[in-house]
């Protein structure tokens, strides 16, 4: 199975700032990874496919980028609705493997 | 607006077998563009997928859990279901099942490729294993 891990684990950052999440794959998988939001309590939701693709309607301050092993998730503006658990997922090779998750909270 | 209704007991007992159904309204499973997947979080933890169904009733599951699990399609009610056999604690999660958008196609100058996303989600049952 390729092995998903993402960093930090957890953050906090204050409302309009930038933040990054990063996701590595154990092996090449060139950009065959979506990314997922998790509100506590609800289904995840996708937000990126293909590495960097903005799923309709979500908004544009969400972005992905990366190809090979190394992915970065980034909010360029934070704001308050944004606090959930983001996942990163690759799809190159079944399984499909999801990263453990990166919280994010409001300072 | 598609929507996918997860259903079954909440409660197994140990040893015993999962059975959950998903409903989806507002698209069709007969639908070649999309697979039908299950995914499960544990309390607290991760994301796994369990597997996923085409509407011809071919399936792949995740080798983990392959000796124990069975998804199978009711194109006629519209529904797809997981059987998952002799559970223990460690099955305690929140159940979900989602739809896959998949496609294939070939970006110019490179070499053939298939997407697959999970677009749309249930909301998620938990199903507790205790005696």
């Known amino acids: 199975d390729i092995q998903m891990t993402q960093s930090p684990s957890s953050l906090s950052a204050s409302v309009g700032d930038r933040v990054t999440i990063t996701c590595q794959a154990s092996?090449?998988?060139?950009?065959?990874l979506n990314w997922y939001q998790q509100k506590p309590g609800k289904a995840p939701k996708l937000l990126i496919y293909?590495?960097?693709n903005l799923e309709t309607g979500v908004p544009s301050r969400f972005s992905g980028s990366g190809s090979g092993t190394d992915f970065t998730f980034t909010i360029s503006s934070l704001q308050p609705e944004d606090i959930a658990t983001y996942y990163c997922?690759?799809?190159?090779?079944?399984?499909?493997?999801f990263g453990p998750g990166t919280r994010v909270d409001i300072k | 607006q598609v929507q996918l209704q997860e259903s079954g007991p909440g409660l197994v007992k140990p040893s015993e077998t999962l059975s959950l159904t998903c409903t989806v309204s507002?698209?069709?499973?007969?639908?070649?563009?999309?697979?039908w997947s299950w995914i499960r979080q544990p309390p607290g933890k991760g994301l796994e997928w369990i597997g996923y169904i085409y509407y011809s009733g071919s399936t792949t599951y995740n080798p983990s859990l392959k000796s124990r699990v069975t998804i199978s399609v009711d194109t006629s009610k519209n529904q797809f279901s997981l059987k998952l056999s002799s559970v223990t604690a460690a099955d305690t999660a929140v159940y979900y099942c989602?739809?896959?958008?998949?496609?294939?196609?070939?970006?110019?100058?490179?070499?053939?490729?298939?997407?697959?996303?999970?677009?749309?989600w249930g909301q998620g049952t938990l199903v507790t294993v205790s005696s």
């Open positions: 507002g698209g069709s499973v007969s639908s070649g563009s999309y697979y």
């Open positions: 997922q690759q799809y190159d090779n079944l399984p499909f493997t």
């Open positions: 092996q090449d998988i060139s950009n065959y």
């Open positions: 989602a739809r896959v958008y998949w496609s294939a196609y070939t970006p110019r100058g490179s070499r053939p490729r298939t997407s697959y996303y999970f677009d749309y």
């Open positions: 293909d590495g960097s």
